[in-house]
């Protein structure tokens, strides 16, 4: 994505720190949008659909807090990024910003470079997000990576987490075979650790809900999926 194609929008109510860092991210080539206050927030992060929102949080009307939680509730804009960039630094503040859905916590001052290059950091999410497509089309299959859904010809198949994580695992390279620990580092991690039988009642309960011919054992070492059924 071009930095002319990304969308910034600034919420302050003071109108230096709009036109001090709305002409730094200016000259970087962004497109940029102000509001005074959460009010204007809202309406304006509706309207515009932003990319990334530098959020105030001491502003009249309404707050910054009470904004962003309005803004993660809105469909189209639950991918924003949002920042809140404030004179307020004290850990209860930063941590009802998290609480209210917030991506990072900036404190005033600081001075335009750091926070352009601050900017450019929270920036390139947006490249990670648009490495991962929200849907994944196989043949006759749907994956909506968003929703946690399959459907097949169709027909939606609502999968449990670990399901859908080890069904989209091998569906992310039709015909590889995954071996058993790549399987478990991936789906399960960190987490209580699991025994392999775990990986087989899985696969069992996708073949019994997706269909037996697409999941082939590789024996000793793992699972592979296939299109169609291999002779």
Excluded at 78 to 88: K, M, P, Y
Excluded at 185 to 214: A, F, M, Q, Y
Aim: one cysteine or more; a neutral charge; aromatic letters at 6%.
């Amino acid at each position: 994505m071009n930095k002319s194609e990304i969308k910034i929008l600034l919420v302050d109510d003071e109108p230096d720190i709009l036109e001090i860092v709305g002409y730094n991210l200016r000259n970087e080539g962004y497109q940029i949008f102000t509001a005074e206050n959460g009010v204007e927030a809202v309406k304006s992060a509706k309207k515009n659909t932003p990319h990334l929102i530098l959020l105030d949080i001491m502003m009249p009307e309404m707050d910054g807090i009470e904004a962003c939680e309005k803004i993660r509730k809105i469909k189209s804009l639950e991918n924003v990024i949002i920042s809140f960039l404030t004179a307020r630094g004290e850990d209860y503040s930063q941590v009802a910003g998290f609480e209210a859905g917030a991506d990072d916590y900036i404190t005033k001052p600081i001075k335009p470079k750091v926070l352009v290059s601050k900017i450019k950091s929270l920036l390139r999410r947006l490249k990670n997000e648009d490495d991962t497509e929200d849907s994944l089309t196989i043949g006759d299959i749907v994956i909506d990576r968003d929703e946690y859904v399959v459907y097949k010809a169709g027909e939606k198949i609502s999968l449990p987490r670990k399901e859908f994580e080890l069904f989209s695992l091998l569906t992310s390279k039709p015909g590889k075979v995954f071996k058993r620990e790549v399987i478990l580092d991936t789906v399960w991690g960190n987490e209580v650790v699991v025994g392999g039988r775990t990986i087989d009642v899985h696969i069992r309960k996708l073949r019994e809900k997706i269909g037996d011919n697409h999941f082939k054992t590789v024996k000793g070492v793992g699972y592979k999926f296939v299109l169609k059924e291999e002779k």
